[in-house]
């Protein structure tokens, strides 16, 4: 079924300004000198705005996760140790090796999602869950991911059309941001179900349901357990959205793409670097090297640093073990024509330096950039538009 001919819904309240009808420059994306002043003034303002959520996102982030980091590491002192297990995983870069597939289909539960849900598909949308087969890649972490009880449940919003299964399109959200309900109103998920798709959004380890007991915000979990922690939790995602992959195949789907923006961007990037059964992927906004955010997101960046020269972590051993769960470690299983790579250039969560990092490693594929930063994605309407077209080509045709 092709899609038809429904404008694309974007979120309300997103300014719409001309972006990506620019030459790119070497990198790929347009110099500031070449933007109109209103486009400027746009990226400007974005940046500014994305910094303020950065700095409080970090403090956030520097009061809860670093003082749990702290103690853990006091019970646990061997997160050198850790992280240089994952190090001798990246330094073979074999995605096959590093991130094992699941060896059977889950046996999936489901239920009705809700009348809100409902509403807004205009369709049937149901919760689904299932047991994570993942077991902890390191063997020193697996006691700890073992004792995990509501982690340890993957879970999906599915969107159905009553006469498939359709070509599916699955998102994974970003950082703290797992509400189905606003990720399918930001990512235009009823215009893509009416156009035909099935719809699937996939939550992140530690991400709503999957929050353990007492934690403060959904994704807690994902950073709690330092750096040998983040390793497992990344693992666990791909593992996961592996087996997600499997029941959708079981159950007659033959066409799955993949987007997910931040966070979701690096693990969809990921993915892509471990599966081939996508037709197609598109990280949005994608965090490519988490180092940075050690580097520049203040305050945590300070109390990382002090972390790190507690245990006598440097800087090259620090890279080698987040090259573990890093797209640039590994080759993409799509071909070049599958991946697209979306980027705002006022970003200052996920710089669009890091997309294009990944652009680079990813042979120079589809780019689009538009003026917005993290969250408020101006012009989202063009890259809707764009994506639609890619995915049209490639799922339906």
Known sequence: MAPDSDPI???????????????PGADGLPPLSSLSPGTRLVVEASAIGDLALRTWVASLLATTVTPIVAA??????????????????????????????????????????????????????????????????????????????????????????????????????????????????????PWYYRAGYDVLMFSLPFHGQRAEKLSPFSG???????????????????????????????????????????????????????????????????????????????????????????????????DAGLAYHGPLNYQPRLPRDRRMIITGLGDRMAPPGQAVMLWEHWDRCALHWFPGNHVVHVSQLDYLRRMTAFLHEVMFD
């Open 72 to 189: 853990t590491s006091m019970r646990h002192s061997d997160e050198r140790t850790n992280l240089n297990f994952y190090a001798e995983l990246a330094a073979e870069h074999d995605s096959e090796k590093s991130f094992p597939p699941p060896t059977k289909v889950p046996r999936v539960s489901s239920r009705p999602a809700g009348r809100l849900a409902a509403w807004m598909a205009h369709g049937t949308v149901d919760n689904i869950a299932f047991p994570s087969s993942f077991r902890a890649i390191n063997p020193a972490m697996r006691q700890r991911w073992d004792a995990f009880k509501s982690n340890n449940v993957v879970r999906a919003q599915h969107w159905r059309h009553d006469d498939g299964p359709r070509p599916t399109l699955c998102v994974i959200h970003g950082f703290m941001g797992s509400s189905y309900l606003a990720n399918g109103r930001f990512f235009s998920m």
């Open 220 to 318: 807690f979990g994902f950073f709690a357990g330092g750096l040998s922690g983040f390793a497992e939790a990344m693992a666990q995602a791909v593992h996961d959205f592996r087996s997600v992959i499997d029941y959708l195949r079981h159950t007659g789907v033959e066409r799955i793409a993949l987007t997910g923006i931040s966070l979701g961007g690096y693990t969809s990037a990921l993915v892509a670097s471990v599966d081939d059964r996508l037709e197609a992927v598109i990280p949005n906004c994608p965090v490519v090297t988490p180092a940075t955010m050690f580097d520049e997101w203040f305050p945590a960046n300070k109390m990382a640093r002090l972390g790190f020269q507690m245990y006598g972590i440097g800087r090259d051993e620090l």
């Open 9 to 23: 819904d974007p979120a309300p309240g997103i300014p719409d300004v001309p972006g990506a009808d620019l030459p």
